[in-house]
């Protein structure tokens, strides 16, 4: 064993083996470090688009409201309108609505309830 150890191809095989272990060990300690720099680096893109997507979420919560806000306040005005008009000019007590006009008059209230709020109202109201 202690001649092996003296022979100089075998101390230049232990050294060679010692240095491709330490260098082995180097790459490995230093693949780590850039996988967690990258891990770190996507939890922060992924916390920049989440912040992001919050804000704008804010902004549409607040115009949402804003909308809300403005039918609220528009509503009572159409109710009080329309009674007016029951009230001023009552159909007379022989009126009646045939089916076509029926037909039409559900037709534009489902498609008022069911328009976009940035559309405007018919008549400019």
Known sequence: MISLLANRHILIALALAAGMSGLWGYGRYQF???????????????????????????????????????????????????????????????CLIDADRLRELNAAISSANTSKSGQPLPGGR
């Open 32 to 94: 780590h470090i850039g996988y967690q720099a990258a891990e770190n680096i996507r939890h922060l893109a992924d916390l920049e688009s989440f912040k992001s997507e919050s804000i704008r979420l804010q902004g549409l919560s607040e115009s949402f409201e804003e909308q809300l806000k403005a039918l609220r306040e528009a509503q009572p005005k159409i109710v009080e309108r329309y009674n007016r008009v029951v009230i001023e000019k009552p159909l007379p007590a022989d």
